[in-house]
């Protein structure tokens, strides 16, 4: 199992930058994949980005040259690092891990894009 713990959100004005931090309870140099969801009010959950254990990385379009996942094995952390956010940026992130066919997730923080 492993537990995790996201940070770093808050309120930002349209056109800002936030870095979002997930940090987890045990290794994750062996972990398949890590991810960071989205959740607006009244939508679904939606993948934001993804970095595998090799280090390859995708994105939604959404974010696409805007957002940059990272990791570093040695402190067991993930980021998000965020530019030129929108408006429509606005949710609850979330830290995702799968590992052998089991998901973990953490608790979320909000980020909020407004002027």
């Known amino acids: 199992q492993v537990q995790l713990v996201e940070s770093g959100g808050g309120l ?3 056109g800002g930058s936030l870095s979002l931090s997930c940090a987890a309870s045990r290794s994750i140099s062996s972990i398949d994949v890590m991810r960071w969801y989205r959740q607006a009010p009244g939508k679904q959950r939606e993948l934001v980005a993804l970095i595998t254990s090799g280090g390859s990385t995708n994105y939604a379009d959404s974010v696409k040259g ?5 990791r570093d ?10 530019n030129s956010l929108k408006p429509e940026d606005t949710a609850v992130y979330y830290c995702n891990a799968f590992h052998q066919l089991s998901e973990y997730w953490g608790q979320g923080t909000q980020v909020t894009v407004s002027s």
């Open 66 to 70: 805007r957002f940059t996942i990272s």
């Open 73 to 82: 094995n040695a402190k067991n952390m993930v980021y998000l690092k965020m």
């Open 12 to 14: 930002v004005q349209p």
